[in-house]
């Protein structure tokens, strides 16, 4: 899709309600995940985060999103498909903030290119006890992207007719922190298996933009 014609349908999604965590279960490796979040805040002990969900230009003026491949480290969320993002810091004076700080510092998209159009449904991620705040956003001009060479180890630049596509919608047997080798909802874009939060916020993001687009 032409971006033009994207970025004139996506701006009305501020009159959109979200569709929220129901959208986000169809996408949960299980369905523990709410009572372990409603734990998480009764504890009130989890870390902050928030995360970018960036649609930019591509040289060709067509509409794509920005993923990330994560590197490989000693951490739950080694080598997995993700937003930019990251954790909140305390200079950070609100969650958009950290999300543009941090999709600035991943991908070398400065904060002031970048148009945030909605606060999404925040979502927590049990296994490194996160709440993470996600944001819609587009590009205003086609980003030249730089990797953070310490956390990024590719780029993954989806079509949005890709993530559009019913077929994308896959399931995987895969060892998760819950359980071993179990059927995962998951999508398929550009060759890679994004599951888990990422999948479970990419659901709510293709339910807004299938009522738009």
Known sequence: MEFSE????????????????AFHLKMAPIERILELKKQAKAINDAKKAAVMCLFYPDEQSQTKLILIL????????SAQVGFPGGKAEP?????METALRETEEEVGVP????????ELTEIYIPPS?????????????????????????????VPL???????????????TS???????????????????ATAMMLNEVREILQKLC
Do not use: C, M
């Open 6 to 21: 994207f970025k004139s349908k996506i701006v009305k999604i501020d009159n959109l309600e979200l569709p929220g965590e």
């Open 70 to 77: 994560r590197k490989t480290y000693k951490g739950v969320h």
């Open 91 to 95: 200079e950070d004076a609100s969650p």
């Open 111 to 118: 904060h002031q290119n970048i148009e945030v159009l909605k």
């Open 129 to 157: 006890n996160f709440f993470v705040q996600p944001y819609l956003g587009i590009a205003k001009e086609t980003p030249t992207f730089i990797p953070q060479e310490e956390e990024v180890e590719a780029l993954i630049e």
């Open 161 to 175: 007719d890709e993530f559009l596509d019913k077929r994308v919608k896959v399931s995987k047997v895969l060892t």
């Open 178 to 196: 819950y359980a071993k080798e179990i059927n995962v909802p998951a999508f398929q874009l550009q060759g890679h298996i994004v599951w888990g």
